[in-house]
């Protein structure tokens, strides 16, 4: 199913006091997205990560929030 996700552009990371925050996909459990999501490397500070990132035609966005959102259980 495809969620309906809010998203930021790459280029400006959301920033908390912690750090930079991580995409929800990052730590999604929802089984049934079929959002245009992908693995991306990151450059944040200088140090290449790979995340979970939303695909548009203008490039990766980071998801900031999203209606299919289930956190993973630990």
């Known amino acids: 199913m495809e969620y309906q996700c809010k998203t930021m552009s790459i280029a400006k990371l959301p920033v908390s006091s912690d750090g930079v925050e991580d995409s929800l996909c990052d730590s999604c459990d929802c089984f049934d997205c079929s959002n245009p999501i992908m ?36």
């Open 39 to 74: 693995s991306y490397e990151v450059s944040v500070f200088g140090i290449n990560e790979t995340h979970r990132v939303y695909w548009k035609r203008s490039g990766p966005a980071w998801v900031i929030s999203c209606q299919g959102y289930i956190e993973k259980k630990e």
